[in-house]
């Protein structure tokens, strides 16, 4: 199968990659995938991975249980050991022994074929597309927060950052009553969320001030002391931004103003599925271009510049 592949140094396209074997996983005919944030630090060093990137997808199922074949689906990520006291409790995506999808010993979607366990997958409803269907996974961790927080409807909630993983956080938050802002740099990506009803600034017109819940999702080492200096006392700090490099920035802040700090990674994809189905959020806005996969390596650098949207593969 044709596939790209990152060999922990340079990323290449490659005609004729082995396609997955193992009988226990359910094998999946991507159908398009999303190239995300999270890739690009792959390929600057982070999780020191090697193998097919890729961990947003749709696909229809080729092989696995009969009552899948055929069946449009997406994927939890997180492939869980399945015994231990994590994986019991159902947190696959905490399991200490996890394969992660185009991650961690596992390979992912940046290819014609993927296996994921049959147990992670999500039938996709039909009023989905599969331009829609492929950002259940962003989406679902933009859900997680609500697992975490329950904002109420007079909070003032802040989120910093209007990348897509910053758009898709806000539009989630919005869905709780709350009064978000999103803060970001770029006028035509706030001008998505403006579209949805959601109140925008520009970062560098904006007047900071203390918010109820601020949500980091910047994706940048700078972010983290803005969003922490716009958290009131007793407030709640959420990080979604995961970065390769390291931070440095004075922890005292957040005793003095006794903050709650949440980290939010994965999430619940039957709440992205159903809010998508529901047409409750807005995401195909948020794509800048389809590339074939054949082309990855230039969707990979185009993804890469700034101010790019999301970009997709079709294999
Ligand atoms: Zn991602
Ligand atoms: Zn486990």
């Given amino acids: 199968m044709r596939a ?18 193992d009988e226990s996983t359910a094998l999946i005919k991507v159908h398009l995938a999303g190239i995300c944030a999270t890739d690009l630090q792959i390929f600057a060093g982070y999780m020191a991975f090697t193998g097919v990137p890729g ?19 997406v994927g939890e990520i ?42 992670n997958l999500h039938l996709v409803p039909e009023n989905i597309t599969d331009e829609e269907a492929v950002f259940a996974e962003p989406l679902a961790a933009a859900f997680e ?36 802002t999103a803060v970001g740099k770029h006028s035509d990506k706030l001008s998505l969320l403006d579209n949805v009803g959601i109140r925008t600034q520009l970062l560098e017109k904006w007047q900071p001030h203390l918010f109820d819940i601020v949500v980091e999702a910047t994706g940048s080492s700078s972010g983290f002391a803005l969003a922490l200096s716009a958290v009131r006392p007793r ?19 957040l005793v003095i103003n006794e903050i709650n700090v949440i980290g939010s990674r994965c999430g619940p994809f039957p709440q992205a599925l159903a809010a998508l189905s529901a047409k409750q959020i807005s995401v195909t806005p948020l794509i800048e271009e389809i590339y074939r996969l054949d082309d990855g390596l230039s969707a990979v650098s185009r993804a890469g510049k700034r101010g790019t949207r999301k970009i997709l593969l079709r294999p």
């Avoid at 989120?159 to 806000?170: E, F, R, T």
């Avoid at 407030?235 to 802040?253: E, F, N, R, Y």
Wanted: charged share 15%; aromatic share 6%.
């Fill in 235 to 253: 407030g709640t700090l959420v990080l979604k931004s995961t970065i390769a490099g390291m931070h440095q920035v004075s922890l005292a802040p």
């Fill in 55 to 73: 961990h947003e997808f749709v696909g229809s199922v080729e092989q696995g249980p009969a009552e899948l074949i055929g069946k449009r689906v």
């Fill in 145 to 180: 927060m609500l697992t975490q927080i329950h904002p109420k409807p007079d909070d003032n909630v802040l989120v910093l950052g209007d990348g897509k993983l910053g758009n898709l956080c806000a539009q989630v938050l919005q869905l709780t009553g709350a009064n978000v």
């Fill in 4 to 21: 790209l592949y990152w060999d922990g140094r340079e990323l290449s396209f490659v005609p004729s990659f082995a396609a997955p074997t």
């Fill in 78 to 119: 997180n492939f869980g050991c399945g015994k231990c006291s994590a994986c019991r409790r159902g947190l696959d995506r905490h399991c200490p022994n996890r394969r992660v999808m185009g991650i961690l010993n596992a390979n992912g979607a940046f290819a014609e074929y993927v296996a994921v366990p049959w147990k």
